[in-house]
């Protein structure tokens, strides 16, 4: 039985037309029956580094009894001109996260995955101190189950009080061993009494 934690979290390569640029991770996350794909901002736009892709392909899983069978779907960031992503941004100003809703008829048949939802997220009144375990889910310069199609779990711990902005950015930090690649991973916390995010 595969963790569904594992089947939340999607590969992510970012074009310029049919140019290849970069590799990062995304995750899905649904709310009020939308589905969304989550990433870094920066995966989607970096001025300061002049990366402008036009798409992101990820990669579903096709088969729920074959996680061998997986399919590339291909994102258009613009549509007349426009950005399709959303972001945000908080008292201190942008946040580094995207989120690119997806036309649920327009996925492959038999589309298999996990999503997030706000009954995932972390609560006003939750604790997490630091020093806390936490997993963050990716693909590390590229690196999985290339068979199965499946990420990696590194472990990390919480780094800085969550709730207290870390130099008064929108940001609290953890402390992991990522890689280029990893922009986007989702960070999950066990709380106390509850199961991992994701399952």
């Given at each position: ?155 990390a711990i919480v780094a800085s009080t969550i709730g207290l902005r ?34």
């Amino acid at each position: 039985m595969i963790e569904s934690l594992l089947l939340s979290t999607t590969r992510i390569s970012t074009f310029d037309n049919n140019i290849l640029l970069t590799n990062a991770t995304g995750f899905f996350f649904k709310n009020a029956g939308r589905l969304f794909l989550v990433t870094s901002r920066h995966v989607v736009i970096d001025e300061a580094n002049d990366h402008h892709p036009n798409r992101l392909e990820i990669e579903i899983h096709t088969d729920r009894g074959n996680l061998a069978q997986s399919t590339g779907f291909s994102i258009l960031l613009y549509e007349n001109g426009r950005s399709v992503w959303r972001d945000a941004a908080d008292t201190a100003g942008s946040i580094d996260v995207a989120a690119v809703e997806l036309d649920q008829r327009a996925l492959p048949e038999g589309a298999h995955f996990h999503a997030f939802d706000v009954e995932q997220l972390l609560k006003p009144e939750a604790h997490i101190e630091i020093g806390a375990d936490a997993l963050v889910v990716g693909f590390p310069l590229g690196f999985h189950d290339t068979l199965h199609h499946l990420p990696v779990v590194r472990h990390a711990i919480v780094a800085s009080t969550i709730g207290l902005r870390f130099q008064g950015n929108g940001y609290f930090l953890t402390d992991a061993r990522t890689h280029r690649g990893s922009s986007g991973s989702p960070v999950v916390a066990r709380i106390a009494g509850d199961r991992p995010s994701g399952d």
